[in-house]
């Protein structure tokens, strides 16, 4: 007998906000798409909406211009990443403070977040970053946070340990090294693999706190 086929069943929005809110989230996903394919320079608002099979007249509707489109797609791309980051973690151990630390690293460098897409995406918004202001400012406020969550872990770690050690250094080292590696690799992957990447920012893990 021959088999049934499946179909994926995507629920549509609803209410009007929901449906504002899927449309924007198409567009910044367009955006990331086209970034990630075209570059800054090749980026225009046909190619967003071509990758996110919209209108042109939408991004006029739900963002005051190309560049306030940008930023927050950049925003909405390192959100999700983040997101997924955490999902991870959680994942681990909670008695264990310096698992959950060291499985940063093991996230952001896996197949699952280090892909072909975000990769290419990260190198054109970090590009935006000297030219766009708004990518600008949205970057120095994710980095603020960003570095205050890898703090905490720090900390954390260390109290579990019964140490005291410089937690903010330790996260702004780490930070530093993680998008080092990240820019390394997105650039030439035949130098290191996603596995070094790994162990080399575990290994910093491991020399700040107390053995």
């Known amino acids: 007998m021959a088999e049934k086929s499946q179909r994926t069943v995507v629920q549509r929005p609803k209410t009007h906000a929901e449906i504002n809110e899927f449309r924007r989230i198409g567009l910044m996903e367009g955006t990331i798409t086209s970034m990630a394919e075209f570059g800054v320079a090749g980026t225009t608002l046909k190619t967003i909406c071509d990758a996110a099979g919209a209108s042109r007249g939408l991004t006029g509707h739900y963002f005051a211009s190309k560049e306030a489109l940008v930023a927050e797609a950049f925003k909405h791309l390192f959100d999700s990443l983040t997101d997924q980051v955490a999902k991870e973690t959680a994942k681990i151990d909670p008695r264990s403070k310096s698992a959950q630390l060291r499985a940063i690293p093991a996230v952001l460098f896996s197949d699952k977040v280090f892909t072909k897409r975000n990769r290419g995406a990260f190198l054109s918004f970090w590009h935006e970053v000297r030219f766009n202001p708004l990518v600008k400012k949205a970057n120095r406020e994710l980095y603020t946070d960003y570095a205050k969550r890898v703090e905490s872990y720090f900390a954390a770690a260390a109290e579990e340990a019964g140490a005291t050690i410089d937690a903010r250094n330790a996260a702004l080292g780490l930070i530093a090294l993680m998008d080092g590696l990240w820019l390394g690799l997105s650039i030439h992957d035949k130098v290191l ?18 053995r």
């Open 193 to 210: 693999s996603q596995k070094q990447a790994t162990e080399l920012c575990q290994r910093f893990i491991d020399d700040f706190l107390p």
